[in-house]
């Protein structure tokens, strides 16, 4: 009788079977490290779905023929950016009182490590902002943009112009040195020269009648709390109508359909 | 637009888009890219150009010249421009807010189908003209340096009223002179026409009186002088003299 050769025992019956899809499963401090962070992420994405709209803003296309005028917008962004964190570390030494202001100005340009480098930075990245979001703007209305179906995004961007603005006019004041008081001075009173809201806008930036002692604080708290913030949320609506209604091709891009969808290209088997 | 171009839009969009890369990584390189550049152009300035501080704020003194950030030089011209006094709130706030509005409700007047900037006359010559304009205004701007000199010869009735009226006059000039008034007044030769009306010959048209009542109570932009006539009586004086002797 011949005898049947039974099958070779399992090495070790305790082992897991191994992953589907993986040839030999996490193996090595790298795919341990890879498996920890995979299931980090879908243990956030399993109580928020954040990925689905990840995909979306990041995986979505830009037209044909964008080219680098189209950076502007993510430019102006980047400044902006570079003026919060600078902005910052200024506010950690930055006193906004009438009689301490100015030495706190004094003390960061001296003595703080780096701080003239960091104060120079708030100051220079103000004007690269401005000329970087004029430049955005110079684009999107060259290019008409801002038609059908963008009308919307172009309203918002005039308002982050218009805060940007407000951010230097704001900010100009706060190292409190002659140019800065007496500057900021004339503009207050331009302000109160318009009609009607004018002498209320004047009287609202000053904190009173007069130039005070609480104006500086009121300019510091506009200047890094309420129009930042509202700069942040807009900027964040922006961001999203760009990514919802896609970036524009530049204009002079002929839309051509793709070659073998062209009527006459297309062949009808008899 | 109509709604028959507003579907061929979206059409030839859709096929351009389908046939574009996608965002990441393409796109934002770029963008990267373009982050680095505008990074190290802050640094460098941040370190060519520093951050000076001038001296502190005084209210008492009237010695210095106001001067906005250098991209606000296109609204502060425009007050130069705009020269009668009836017309200065239209200067301040009149053209910024029209303009204004104008820029917001764009995309609203103008609803043509057309992109290509070539194609579009009345738009693109508008653009350039605004952008020629705020360029040749901030030019100007950044030339009109605050002047600190005023040369007037004293006049035939201060001479005649002997040396100590001279002497008056002349450090009455030095006080006006000093106080930047030319940077928004003329003086015969000296100082910039604007915004504020020429002091060539205020003396003929306004007291001494009324002339004090001004620059202690003006009307706005122009800062109050309540300051030096409280701190230095004697150089207020001397400054409403010498202006009321302009005629």
């Not at chain 1, 290019?143 to 995004?153: M, S, T, V």
């Not at chain 2, 520093?50 to 296109?74: I, V």
């Not at chain 2, 009735?157 to 002997?162: C, D």
Request: a positive charge.
């Amino acid at each position: 009788m011949a005898k049947i050769k039974l099958p070779a025992a399992p090495s070790n019956p305790l082992s897991s079977p191994k992953r589907p899809g993986k040839e030999y499963g996490p193996s090595g401090v790298l795919g341990h490290a890879e498996e920890a962070g995979a299931s980090a992420v879908d243990w956030i994405d399993e109580r928020t779905s954040l990925s689905g709209g990840l995909r979306w803003a990041m995986f979505r296309k830009v037209p044909k023929g964008t080219n680098w005028f189209y950076t502007l917008g993510s430019a102006t962004m980047f400044a902006f950016l570079s003026q919060a964190v600078t902005g910052v570390f200024l506010a950690m030494y930055y006193d906004p009182s009438a009689t301490r202001a100015y030495e706190s100005i004094q003390y960061i340009n001296n003595d703080v490590f780096l701080g003239e480098f960091v104060h120079g930075m708030h100051r220079w990245g103000s004007s690269v902002m401005v000329i970087l979001i004029f430049l955005h703007m110079g684009r999107t209305f060259f290019f008409g943009a801002y038609k059908y179906p963008r009308e919307l995004n172009w309203v918002i961007g005039v308002a982050l112009l218009v805060m940007t603005m407000t951010m230097s006019f704001s900010g100009y004041l706060l190292p409190f040195d002659q140019r800065s008081y007496w500057a900021t001075i004339v503009g207050v009173n331009i302000n109160g020269t318009g009609p009607l809201v004018g002498p209320y806008l004047s009287e609202f930036l000053r904190a009173g009648p007069y130039f005070g002692a609480t104006t500086l604080s009121r300019f510091y708290a506009i200047h890094m709390l309420m129009v930042p913030g509202a700069i942040a949320a807009l900027m964040g609506f922006h961001l999203y109508l760009v990514a919802k209604l896609g970036t524009t091709a530049p204009p002079w891009i002929k839309a051509k359909a793709p070659e073998e969808l062209r009527e006459d290209k297309v062949t009808v088997d008899q | 637009m109509n709604k028959q171009e507003k579907e061929r839009y979206l059409r030839d969009y859709g096929t351009l888009k389908s046939q574009g890369k996608p965002f990441f990584p393409y796109a934002v390189a770029k963008d990267s890219a373009m982050a680095i550049v505008v990074m190290a152009v802050i640094i460098a300035m941040a370190i060519v150009l520093g951050a000076e501080l001038g001296p502190k704020a005084d209210p008492t003194s009237t010695t210095y010249t106001p001067r906005p950030e250098w991209y606000f030089f296109f609204l502060f011209e425009l007050l130069r421009v705009i020269k009668p006094p009836a017309l200065v709130p239209l200067a301040t706030i009149g053209v910024p807010t029209i303009c204004l509005i104008l820029l917001f409700l764009l995309p609203f007047y103008d609803r043509g189908p057309e992109r290509r900037p070539e194609r579009r006359p009345i738009a693109t010559t508008a653009g350039i003209f605004v952008v020629c304009a705020i360029g040749y205004l901030t030019y100007l701007g950044a030339a009109a340096g605050p002047p600190t000199q005023i040369d007037i010869p004293v006049p035939a009735n201060i001479s005649s009223q002997g040396p100590e009226a001279v002497a008056n006059f002349e450090a009455g000039s030095q006080v006006v002179a000093q106080s930047g008034c030319a940077a928004c007044h003329q003086f015969g030769e000296n100082g910039n026409s604007g915004p504020g009306p020429a002091l060539t010959d205020i003396g003929a048209r306004l007291p001494a009186q009324a002339i004090q009542r001004t620059l202690l109570n003006p009307s706005a932009p122009m800062p109050s002088f309540s300051a030096l006539s409280e701190e230095s009586p004697k150089q207020f004086a001397q400054m409403v003299g010498f202006l009321a002797a302009l005629k």
